[in-house]
Nanobody, 120 residues
Framework: VQLVESGGGSVQAGESLRLSCAAS????????MAWYRQAPEKQRELVAG???????NYADSVKGRFTISRDNAKNTVSLQMDSLKPEDTAVYYC???????????????WGQGTQVTVSS
């Protein structure tokens, strides 16, 4: 099972980016999906999460600016980032709790990360 992210890049403050993440492999289902980020010399932090039922939660720092969504049929999760700020600069990671089939087990899977750079 793997997660592949896309959509990172460099933008000016106030602009938007959309990150996407696709899961593939021997997947029966996916529970929670989330986006984390890690800035230089800082710990990885949760940005936004979404359950398989569509309930969402956000870090206070991104509420009102970022929107997480998912497509259960395609095993994808996206993060729409608007009104970006320089402090949003970080490597963004996709995360998913995946039910793998045959053998059956839950796996906590991470993407490789995608860089987002916001300049003032």
């Amino acid at each position: 099972v793997q997660l592949v992210e896309s959509g990172g890049g460099s933008v000016q403050a106030g602009e938007s980016l959309r990150l996407s993440c696709a899961a593939s492999g021997n997947i029966f289902g996916i529970n929670d999906m989330a986006w984390y980020r890690q800035a230089p010399e800082k710990q990885r932090e949760l940005v936004a999460g979404i359950t398989n039922g569509g309930s969402t939660n956000y870090a206070d720092s991104v509420k009102g600016r970022f929107t997480i969504s998912r497509d259960n049929a395609k095993n994808t999760v996206s993060l729409q980032m608007d009104s970006l700020k320089p402090e949003d600069t970080a490597v963004y990671y996709c995360n998913a709790r995946v039910l793998v089939k045959r053998p059956w087990y839950f796996a906590d899977v991470w993407g490789q990360g995608t860089q987002v750079t916001v300049s003032s």
